[in-house]
């Protein structure tokens, strides 16, 4: 199975800071990768899919990038609501994968 | 909207078996892959299995492969995950999902609200 590393796994942030969460694949996997976000209690919630595109109804300050291997998500001016887990998932290749998954917390 | 309510879940103990169910409503359930994924108490998620719309794909972690088994009712709008040989490693919080494009198998946009599987003796 392909691994997921993504790193940090937590993140000391401040409200309007600049946020980026990475995620490497153990191979190549395009651009088959998505982000969700995690608050406690509750479904994960889709961010971004093929690496880059925003699902709908997901705010712009929510971006992804990358291809291949390397990928990130970046949230641009944190807000409180931003406050969550957030994990990256290869589709790629089954079975499915996910990332260890990355904490944001207040500074 | 798009609507995933799971059931089943509950203590049972090692080695033995339990059936989860995923009722769909909001969407033509037929047309979409659907997925199960677990999450163990304060721990990150792990993906399980997906079976695609029509039945012919199933593809399973190699943590589960062999002990669960994926199918669907689309007759009956309903996911089915049925868990055997069950260990302390699988008490978690079970989730059904939905893929997000008609007819393929790709990545989740709708997430039930889960149900617990706790393995105790």
């Known amino acids: 199975a392909i691994q997921m590393t993504q790193s940090p796994s937590s993140l000391s942030v401040s409200v309007g800071d600049s946020v980026t969460i990475t995620c490497r694949a153990s191979q190549g996997i395009r651009d088959d990768l998505a982000w969700y976000q995690q608050k406690p209690g509750k479904a994960p919630k889709l961010l971004i899919y093929?690496?880059?595109n925003l699902q709908n109804g997901v705010p712009s300050r929510f971006g992804g990038s990358g291809s291949g291997t390397d990928f990130t998500l970046t949230i641009s001016s944190l807000q409180p609501e931003d406050l969550a887990t957030y994990y990256c998932?290869?589709?790629?290749?089954?079975?499915?994968?996910f990332g260890q998954g990355t904490k944001l917390e207040i500074k | 909207q798009v609507l995933l309510v799971e059931s089943g879940g509950g203590v049972v103990q090692p080695g033995g078996s339990l059936g989860l169910s995923c009722a769909a409503s909001g969407f033509t359930f037929s047309r979409y892959a659907m997925h199960w994924v677990r999450q163990a108490p304060g721990k990150g998620l792990e993906y399980m299995a997906v079976?695609?719309?029509?039945?012919?794909?199933?593809y399973y972690s190699d943590s589960v492969k062999g002990r669960f088994t994926i199918s669907r009712d689309n007759s009956k709008d309903t996911l089915y995950l049925q868990m055997n040989n069950l260990g302390v490693e699988d008490t978690a919080i079970y989730y059904c999902?939905?893929?997000?494009?008609?007819?393929?198998?790709?990545?989740?946009?709708?997430w039930g609200q889960g149900t617990l599987v706790t393995v105790s003796s």
């Open positions: 999902a939905r893929d997000r494009v008609q007819g393929g198998v790709g990545e989740i946009d709708h």
């Open positions: 998932l290869q589709e790629n290749s089954h079975p499915y994968t």
């Open positions: 079976i695609s719309f029509d039945e012919r794909q199933k």
């Open positions: 093929s690496a880059s």
